[in-house]
């Protein structure tokens, strides 16, 4: 703050000095020099998940003329993928990007930052964050981490992972050592699933040694980079527990207090820039690698209805369940539920039909 | 610019007299006061469109320290809603706001930067946009027209209008007077529908009176405003020539030269903002809007297969006709059709069999 204070005296001075008729120097010139560390929960090989970290950072710099340096860090450079809240919480970094039901084992409230089973798509998850009550039950919620969170990104609809064999009922799930995690795995438990915890690196080993069953990770974009389809043919779709999985940057609530109003105001739009950037970038990705992918002899399968069927029963009795022991869980599921609901019938009509009916057919 | 100069010898001199060890005065501290004007091609009762200009002007002044002002009109306080282009092309405003299929009529290529009959829904433009070619074509476009364009949000699949009568088969789209613009009143002409130009005032009384069959607007949430279901009980969809209309800003090519890098690293992302803001709002405001005019005795109907295969075929032809007369529309056509056609696998894997299960059950 020494530079910034003499600038300060410096310009008063000089203004005084030669016409007395200056008004107060600018508040962009007493911008301070802010250099953050960011965690982020992802490894560099995810590009378009990682990627977000580094548009966001990058575009804080341009609006800052230099001056608020945020450089972003991999999983697990300064803290590991899943210890990302506890790093900016403790202020061991000032900013972290993460999938908020990476938390979900400290409090299943978490997930409606992130994904839901049976939930919302992108679209939905970002129309209740930001036009209904999303952003400001989360926020609530997090400030009890003191931490101030932002969209951070979204994957749109996930596949349902890689399988050894085909799940053809609701039956093959029991037994099934299944590499998902959290609220996925609290779900698929009651219908006999086991869920199994394997680092991203570690799958592929996994799948072909036998130790899993199946194992899901993102979509065709990012699993086709991890080879899945050389160890474990079936790829099931779709992901109902991440009908659209968001990102969120979390910002040290200490921190966010102590800045300048336009960084403030940088954080809250490119990290917005860096929310659509992501699923602009997945949609591009993912159709070209599901082509490969399908090329490459991987067969393609949607999980059958009685299986659709049983895991959201499965998730529904989940949701009750937790939402009459959690007091935080069962007021934003409250919300978060009627706006979900609501969400069907519109869908329905214009998009869905839309879609439907011209994603069936090719123009020349 | 006489303050700005000002500032910049003020400031070294009182630098090299105090200390002679400063390093040059912040690019920030030199930022130049700007007022600009925005022409808006929309009314403000169409607050979500409308509404888009707001928070980007609103945003660019917090990013600028209040230095970068730009003020919204509403059409037509400048320039009537489909002169914004010219209005930015001559300089009469230094940026505007507004749907580039209004200028449809001076060249078919403006179509591909907002809405191109069964075309992309609101995610697949906006990922052709920012991942695909889409904005370097559309860039090169528009620099012959003197504008730099930005996305400036999105509606979402729209419906397909109020009819006083319902339309059964494409026999009953012939001689049919429709108030419905630019390419979709090309495609529709080709099966004897009278495309009719009312401005959106006039809408319900040319309804009311008969002078119109038909008139398509928006979606629930602005249509109901307008009260067309008084006169016209039959609400059709999809919306086919508008699976996702993209809105732009439009920033004089001269002006955008001259500005800061960091005012335009601040349009960058704004306009960002602004694009994913709108979609969200509108997603968050249709359902309610469906329902209540659902209970106002709106007959929700929509178009048959044969009327929508009808109007896809008339589409293909116009697309084919077009392309083979025009070589600016045929080299983004090339580009946009082969993105369009190569989303279609992707998105009935995951996402539409997601939203088809799930939009299909209330979680309670």
Chains 1, 2 share one sequence.
Not at 87 to 108: F, L, R
Not at 253 to 269: F, G, N, R, S, V
Request: net charge positive; charged share 20%.
């Amino acid at each position: 703050m020494e530079r910034r204070s003499f600038l300060k005296k410096a310009a008063v001075g000089s203004v005084a000095g030669a016409t007395g008729a200056m008004t107060a120097p600018s508040l962009a010139a007493e911008l301070p020099t802010l250099n953050w560390r960011l965690a982020s929960s992802f490894p560099k090989n995810l590009d378009t998940i990682y990627g977000a970290a580094e548009t966001f950072c990058h575009r804080i710099k341009e609006l800052t003329d230099g001056k608020f340096n945020i450089r972003p860090y991999a999983a697990p450079e300064i803290v590991p993928f899943n210890a990302v809240l506890d790093a900016v919480k403790d202020g061991t970094v000032e900013i972290g990007h993460t999938a908020s039901y990476y938390y979900y084992g400290k409090d299943a409230t978490f997930a409606f930052d992130c994904a839901v089973p049976f939930g919302m798509t992108s679209r939905q998850q970002t129309a209740w964050m930001m036009h209904g009550n999303g952003m400001k039950l989360m926020r609530e919620f997090f400030a009890e981490h003191n931490v101030v969170n932002f969209l951070g990104g979204n994957t749109g609809t996930q596949m349902g992972g890689w399988f050894r064999k085909e799940i053809k009922s609701p039956e093959d799930l029991k037994g099934l050592k299944f590499r998902v995690g959290g609220f996925a795995g609290k779900v698929l438990a009651k219908l006999g699933t086991i869920p199994v915890q394997v680092a991203g690196g570690e799958i592929y080993t996994s799948l072909e040694k036998g130790a899993i069953d199946a194992a899901e990770w993102v979509g065709p974009y990012d699993d086709e980079k991890l080879g899945f389809n050389k160890v474990a043919k079936v790829y099931h779709y779709p992901g109902w527990w991440e009908g659209g999985a968001q990102l969120s940057f979390y910002v040290g609530k200490k921190e966010w207090d102590k800045l300048p109003k336009l960084y403030q105001a940088a954080i809250e739009t490119a990290s917005l820039e860096a929310h659509i950037n992501m699923q602009a970038k997945y949609d591009a990705r993912n159709p070209s690698a599901l082509a490969r992918l399908i090329q490459d002899k991987t067969i393609l399968k949607p999980f059958p209805q009685s299986v659709m069927e049983a895991c959201f029963n499965a998730a529904q009795e989940t949701f009750t369940e937790e939402a009459a022991k959690n007091p935080k869980f069962n007021k934003v599921y409250t919300d978060w539920v009627a706006f979900r609901n609501n969400q069907s019938q519109w869908f329905n009509v214009a998009e869905q039909s839309f879609a439907r009916f011209n994603m069936a057919r090719k123009l020349k």
